[in-house]
Antibody
Framework: EVQLLESGGGLVQPGGSLRLSCAAS????????MTWVRQAPGKGLEWVSVIIDSGGNTYYADSVRGRFTISRDNSRNTLYLQMNSLRAEDTAIYYC??????????????WGQGTLVTVSS | EIVLTQSPGTLSLSPGERATLSCRAS???????LAWYQQKPGQAPRLLIY???SRAIGIPDRFSGSGSGTDFTLTISRLEPEDFAVYYCHHYGSSMRTFGQGTKVEIK
């Protein structure tokens, strides 16, 4: 059974840093790209970042580029999101999701339950 | 950057009725990169449709997707009580992904 378990959320002051983790199990982690998606309170989904299976390529939304860093440890089956220079508008639930990309199309077929990040003084 | 616009913002329907949700892209996109997700309050999103028209594993056949180019549609043929939720379309790009703003399907 595929499981994705996020952790590391919490309350942080503006300008602060936080590192989120996503522990994966039930599939060969190193074979799949992984994505972070966030959702501000009462708002829609916002794609944040993606990292390819090897970790060699990473991509970011304009809203977080230069402040957030996605990484992965394939030996630990864990995805990370280092968040620096946090702003109030980064307050959201952060979800990790497994990517599938094949001839049938692209999709995020499994999602974690999310971890809440609150940026406030 | 591809912008996805969903309509309507809210759809008020009764169980048993048909729901038709629209997703319009700001430029033509490949249909294999268009997906739909369902989200219920307090839950993570759930994959419904990928490649514009392929149902994900375990998704009932009352859910169907169609469209091409800039116009895509999610249809729920007969609404069940558990289908009242928010639905998002999503586009995959090689370096950027985008979600629509969502359509809420609520009980009338």
């Amino acid at each position: 059974e595929v499981q994705l378990l996020e952790s590391g959320g919490g309350l942080v002051q503006p300008g602060g840093s936080l590192r989120l983790s996503c522990a994966a199990s039930g599939f060969t982690f190193s074979n799949y790209a992984m994505t972070w998606v966030r959702q501000a309170p009462g708002k829609g989904l916002e794609w944040v970042s993606v990292i390819i299976d090897s970790g060699g390529n990473t991509y970011y939304a304009d809203s977080v580029r230069g402040r957030f860093t996605i990484s992965r440890d394939n030996s630990r089956n864990t995805l990370y999101l280092q968040m620096n220079s946090l702003r109030a508008e980064d307050t959201a639930i952060y979800y990790c999701a497994k990517d599938v990309h094949d001839s049938s199309g692209h999709r995020n077929d499994y999602w974690g339950q999310g971890t809440l990040v609150t940026v406030s003084s | 950057e591809i912008v996805l616009t969903q309509s309507p913002g809210t759809l008020s329907l009764s169980p048993g009725e048909r729901a038709t949700l629209s997703c319009r892209a700001s430029q033509s996109v490949s249909s294999i990169y268009l997906a739909w997700y369902q989200q219920k309050p307090g839950q993570a999103p759930r994959l419904l449709i990928y490649g514009a028209s392929s149902r994900a594993i375990g998704i009932p056949d009352r859910f169907s997707g169609s469209g091409s180019g800039t116009d895509f549609t999610l249809t729920i043929s007969r609404l069940e009580p558990e289908d009242f939720a928010v639905y998002y379309c999503h586009h995959y790009g090689s370096s950027m992904r985008t979600f629509g703003q969502g359509t809420k399907v609520e009980i009338k």
